[in-house]
Structures are given as C-alpha cells and as structure tokens.
C-alpha cells in the first residue's frame, strides 16, 4: 500500500509547510489502532485553513486514511489525550518525512514526558474524575442505578488514566493492560464491577466507597495543577480562572473540581462586595 500512497506524500513532503510525515500500518486485523484501515499516512503540517484534514483512499482490496494535522492541533491532542490514537502513530509507525528533525524531537518530548506536561494531564484527568464520580453518585443515591453504572465505569477510565500519567507513562488506547500492571488496585475494582456477582446496587455501593478513597489520595498529585496557577495570585474569581489559558482545558469540570477542593479544605472563598447590599462576588484562593 505504501508504494501506491508514495506519490501523495512525496508531493505533501516537497512542500514547505510540511513539517513531518508517518505511516502506520495496521498490525493485525483485531487491532483498534488505524480505525479499520489498512495504512494510516499521517501529515504534519504548520499551518492550515482546516486544522484537520481527512481523506480516505481505496486500492484493490486495500483501503487508507489520510490525516493532515497542525502542529497546534496535534499538540493539544497530546496535551488533553483526547486522540490516543494519534501517540501510537507517533511512536511505532515510520517517519518517511522528517523536516529538521521535527519527528525525532516530538518523539523524544513524548518519551520523556516532561513532568510540567504531566502536570496539567493528570489535573485534566482529576477534574473530569471528580465530575463523573460526583454525577454517578447523584444517580445512585435517586436510585437511578444504570447511569450511576455509566459514569462510575468513566470514573474509573479517568483514575486509571491519571494513575497511568502519574507513573510517567502516556495512557494507550489499551488502557486497561497498562493499569494492570501499575496500579492492580484500581484494575481490580473495574474487574469487580463489570464482573461481580452481586446485585448492581451492591457493586455500586462498593465501588463509591473504594473510588472515594481513592480520589482523595489522589487529591495532592491531581490539584497540583490548579493550585499552582491560583498561588500566582491572592484570589481570582471564576471567570478569572476560566479564562485562564492552562485552566481552559478543564472546561466544564473546573467548577465542579474547585467546589470538591473547597470541601475538603485545599481552596478556599473569599467575600467580595458588589454594589447590591448584603450580595458578595465569591472569589477563591488557596
């Protein structure tokens, strides 16, 4: 497949825009990985109308995806792990293209995973953590138990996502065998829940109080993110903090992250008046 693909990306790498150019082929036909195609050519580019472009390709009984991708969008994608497909590309597929040794650098940034990159990761990971854990609880205690199942099973992706970064490693689409062997604690809960006898409600009612302990021993590595930021100032107010350019990421998870910290005592509010008496602006600080 790769000789029928080798016009289209000699063409892309002539350009100087191009910054780098992987092939991922599939490696067997059970795995996840090229989205069921059989060649992946992945396309970095500087700068785009589109920061993602996709074209799919057909050849006898072969088939291949096309990805061109910004150097802006391939980097958030890394930051916020919300294409895990794309680190597998980077790291086990073939650099056919490398500008200035583009490739080779962000290979190495992904090897070494700089411990200020794992820091916003694993307060991403924790902020999200606390919505589904908080959400599924909601459900449980009005005896919604299916919902409650929904979000407790995305808890526990997103814990075994953060104990996955904490160990400095990058969380794979194979999630689940990286946490086996970190964190077996964490992958004995989600056995026990998908695979317990007991009555749903039971597995729920456990699997609450184990998370919560879980995600309060995690609170020091999982806030370090946040409360960094809100140290460089005495107090913010929520837009403020919003609009923070790091704390954007958590987008609708930071309210809630910031009402567990308060709970427990890590964040703390500050009264500001308004011109309406007795109403107060609710800043926060640590």
Do not use: C
């Given at each position: 497949m790769e000789d029928i693909l080798r016009p289209i990306y000699q063409e892309r790498a002539s350009q100087t825009n191009?910054?780098?150019?992987?092939?991922?082929?599939?490696?067997?036909?059970?795995?996840?990985?090229?989205?069921?195609?059989?060649?992946?050519?992945?396309?970095?580019?500087?700068?785009?109308?589109?920061?993602?472009?996709?074209?799919?390709?057909?050849?006898?009984?072969k088939k291949a995806a096309m990805h061109i991708v910004t150097e802006a969008r391939l980097r958030e994608w890394l930051l916020l792990g919300t294409n895990r497909k794309v680190v597998d590309w980077l790291l086990n597929g073939r650099a056919v293209f490398d500008r200035n040794?583009?490739?080779d650098q962000l290979r190495q940034e992904l090897k070494d995973f700089p411990f200020y990159g794992r820091k916003i990761k694993m307060g991403i990971e924790y902020a999200k953590?606390?919505?589904?854990?908080?959400?599924?609880?909601?459900?449980f205690e009005s005896r919604h138990f299916l919902d409650a199942y929904n979000h407790v099973v995305h808890s526990l992706h997103h814990l075994a996502r953060l104990a996955v970064i904490e160990n400095?490693?990058?969380?794979?689409?194979?999630?689940?065998?990286?946490?086996?062997q970190i964190e077996?604690?964490?992958?004995?809960l989600y056995e026990e829940l998908v695979n317990s006898e007991e009555s749903l409600e039971k597995r729920l009612e456990l699997l609450f109080l184990a998370s919560e302990f879980l995600i309060h021993s995690r609170m020091e590595v999982g806030s370090s993110h946040l409360v960094s930021i809100m140290e460089e100032r005495e107090s913010w107010s929520f837009q403020d903090l919003h609009l923070h350019e790091e704390l954007g990421y958590y987008s609708v998870d930071l309210a809630v992250m910031i009402e567990f910290l308060l709970e427990k005592g890590k964040v703390y509010t500050q009264p500001v008046e308004t011109k309406g008496k007795g109403i107060y602006h609710r800043h926060y600080y640590v």
């Open positions: 191009t910054s780098g150019i992987v092939i991922m082929e599939k490696r067997d036909k059970k795995s996840p990985i090229t989205d069921t195609f059989d060649t992946i050519l992945l396309i970095i580019v500087k700068e785009a109308d589109n920061p993602i472009f996709i074209k799919h390709y057909t050849y006898e009984d040794e583009f490739i953590l606390i919505r589904r854990y908080m959400d599924g609880k909601a459900f400095g490693f990058h969380p794979e689409v194979t999630v689940w065998n990286q946490v086996r077996p604690e964490i992958y004995k």
